[in-house]
T-cell receptor
Framework: AQSVAQPEDQVNVAEGNPLTVKCTYSVSGNPYLFWYVQYPNRGLQFLLKYITGDNLVKGSYGFEAEFNKSQTSFHLKKPSALVSDSALYFCAVRDVDTGGFKTIFGAGTRLFVKA | DADVTQTPRNRITKTGKRIMLECSQTKGHDRMYWYRQDPGLGLRLIYYSFDVKDINKGEISDGYSVSRQAQAKFSLSLESAIPNQTALYFC?????????????FGPGTRLTVT
């Protein structure tokens, strides 16, 4: 069965510092991995995805994520956090080989960036 | 996203009432989805549709029904609302043909059942 874990309910970081939001996954086959962000009173917005190829993927707003197959992780990172990055972040996975279309979302991690 | 719209944005209803949530999209996508979001649980899939004639249950479809009126429209109905259906509901779309495509979400409908 597919699953996604975001081990931190909340991450606090000072503006200008690097940030990491963690995600680990479990699938039977090969994963497609996604990060979405949700701002208050808005729907989820796509940030980036890993499908194949380079393990480091770059996305919107200066975010990047590193796919680590051996650790089954896909952590979201940004070198220098902005106050405007404060939001709810969701990791999501599709099991390409067995799950097809179905996307499993993590519970979300709330990021607070303090000025 | 203006490309995916949901109505109403907020709704308070009473137990036992029928309610319909509507979703429209201008992205031209074949695939549409309904999710509910509950604090600490992430998003859970209620129904999905790969085209007008293809509608499928998701992981939590009990108590819900859907209608795909056109490629651009996908409605979610609660035939007899109950308090534990209080949640934030999202419609989403994606391109067809590959499972690598990301989803585009509407702004959500906050539903309260009293």
């Amino acid at each position: 069965a597919q699953s996604v874990a975001q081990p931190e309910d909340q991450v606090n970081v000072a503006e200008g510092n690097p940030l990491t939001v963690k995600c680990t996954y479990s699938v039977s086959g090969n994963p497609y991995l996604f990060w979405y962000v949700q701002y208050p009173n808005r729907g989820l917005q796509f940030l980036l995805k890993y499908i194949t190829g380079d393990n480091l993927v770059k996305g919107s707003y200066g975010f990047e994520a590193e796919f680590n197959k051996s650790q089954t992780s896909f952590h979201l990172k940004k070198p220098s956090a902005l106050v405007s990055d404060s939001a709810l972040y969701f990791c999501a996975v599709r099991d390409v080989d067995t799950g097809g279309f179905k996307t499993i979302f993590g519970a979300g991690t709330r990021l607070f960036v303090k000025a | 996203d203006a490309d995916v719209t949901q109505t109403p944005r907020n709704r308070i209803t009473k137990t036992g009432k029928r309610i319909m949530l509507e979703c429209s999209q201008t992205k031209g996508h074949d695939r549409m989805y309904w999710y509910r979001q509950d604090p600490g649980l992430g998003l859970r899939l209620i129904y999905y549709s790969f085209d007008v004639k293809d509608i499928n249950k998701g992981e939590i479809s009990d108590g819900y029904s859907v209608s795909r009126q056109a490629q651009a429209k996908f409605s979610l109905s609660l035939e007899s609302a109950i308090p534990n259906q209080t949640a934030l509901y999202f419609c989403a779309t994606s391109e067809g043909g590959s499972y690598s495509y990301e989803q585009y979400f509407g702004p959500g409908t906050r539903l309260t059942v009293t």
